[in-house]
C-alpha cells in the first residue's frame, strides 16, 4: 500500500520540479534582456545623429569621416581597427609627452594621428628643453561618451571626433607631469600648434571648461 502511494506521488514531484525549472528559466532570460537593455539605454544613436555640432567644430568632424574609420561605437570596434593595423596602440610615455591615466577613453589612434601627436611632443620637447605636454583623451566610443556624460554633463551630447579615432586633447595647465599653471609653456604649447595647424595638419580648439587644447588630426 505504501508503495503505490508513492508511485501516485510521483507525478506531484515531477510537476514540482517543471514549476521550479521554469520559474528559473524566466529569471535568466529577464536578467538577461534587462543587462541587454541597459547597454542599449546607455545611448540613443539616433538622437546622437540629431544633434547639430557648432560651426566651430563642424570641421573636425568632417576631418574625422576621411580616414575611411565608421563611428566607434564600443570596444569591438576598436578591437577591429587595431587587429587590422589601421589604429595602432599609442605610447603611454613618448618624448615630449605623457598620456595620463585613461578613464574614459583608449590609447588607439589612426596612424597618421599618432604619427602626429609623436611630432608634436617631439617639437614641443626640443624648442622647450626636454618639457614634456600631458594628454588627457584620446580615442572614445560612444559608450564611452554616454558614460563620461554621467559624470560630466559638459561632454559632448552629439558626435565627437574622438568618435573616429583621430583626436586627441592636451592639457594647458599640466606641464612636466605637475599640475599648475604655466603661461610660458602654455604660450610655447600654442605656438606648436599653431605651426601644426599653418601646415594643414591639424584643426584645434580650446576648450575652457577641460582646460585642454581638442586637437583633430586632418588626412594630409
Known sequence: MSFFNKDL???????????????????????YFSQKNKSLDCYDLKK???????PLYQPHLDASKKF?????????????????????????????????????????????????????????????????????????????QCKLRKVNKNASLGISSHNYGNSFDISYVRFNGKLEHNTKLDA???????YYESLGRIYFIKEKQQSCYHVTVRNY
Not at 506521488?9 to 536578467?31: G, T, W
Not at 610655447?188 to 599653431?194: F, G, I, R, S, T
Open 9 to 31: 506521488s510521483l507525478p506531484n514531484q515531477f510537476n514540482k520540479m517543471k514549476r521550479y525549472i521554469f520559474a528559473f528559466l524566466l529569471l535568466n532570460i529577464n536578467f
Open 48 to 54: 546622437v545623429l540629431e544633434v547639430e555640432a557648432t
Open 68 to 144: 575611411n574609420i565608421k563611428l566607434l561605437k564600443d570596444s569591438k570596434d576598436v578591437t577591429k581597427y587595431n587587429n587590422r593595423g589601421k589604429m595602432p596602440k599609442v605610447k603611454m610615455t613618448a618624448k615630449g609627452y605623457k598620456v595620463q591615466k585613461l578613464d574614459y577613453s583608449r590609447p588607439y589612434l589612426v596612424s597618421k594621428a599618432k604619427t602626429t601627436l609623436e611630432k608634436i611632443g617631439s617639437k614641443f620637447s626640443k624648442d622647450n628643453k626636454g618639457a614634456t605636454i600631458t594628454v588627457t583623451s584620446i580615442t572614445r566610443t560612444l559608450e564611452d
Open 188 to 194: 610655447a604649447l600654442l605656438k606648436v600648434l599653431k
